[in-house]
């Protein structure tokens, strides 16, 4: 039997990490493996190595990300991987993607974030960068299309 597909969720927000959204993805047969917060997904993702790689088969972002006083100093040590300098909130999630493009070359990266439709450019700025965009709650669709981009990463990767 195959393994379940393994997906590294990072998300601030705790009613979506920590209550509905794993139960979900468990029952749409994937592990998680939860970051609810900005610095805890630096310091995971800074300790990827070899075999933690292996275990990983895709990565879910929200790309909007209160800035603590902790993940302040997260953000500090990802200064040569932000992109056009941005520091506020709606953009510190998107300083995660270099880093888990450079940890995680082959895996599919999807994002799931509740910027409002009416924040222009953000779509757009993230294309080429992510395969899947989709605005909170995730629907049915969301589930297979994540599915179908595993499977072709791991075909990819054979």
Wanted: net charge negative.
């Amino acid at each position: 039997m195959a393994r379940k597909p393994t997906v590294l969720l990072i998300d601030d927000e705790l009613l979506t990490i920590m209550r509905w959204f794993p139960v979900r993805m468990r029952k749409h047969g994937f592990n998680v493996i939860s970051c609810e917060s900005f610095g805890k997904a630096v310091d995971l993702l800074l300790a990827i190595n070899d075999e933690t790689q292996k275990r990983i088969d895709a990565v879910i972002l929200d790309i909007m990300f209160p800035l603590s006083a902790a993940s302040q100093e997260a953000f500090k040590r990802l200064t040569s991987h932000t992109p056009n300098g941005l520091t506020d909130a709606m953009g510190a999630g998107m300083t995660l993607l270099p880093l888990i493009r450079e940890k995680l070359p082959s895996k599919p990266v999807a994002v799931l974030t509740s910027v409002p439709e009416e924040t222009s450019g953000v779509e757009g700025s993230l294309a080429g960068n992510v395969e899947l965009f989709q605005r909170k709650p995730a629907d049915e669709s969301f589930f297979s299309e994540l599915k179908e981009l595993i499977e072709k990463a791991q075909e990819a990767s054979t």
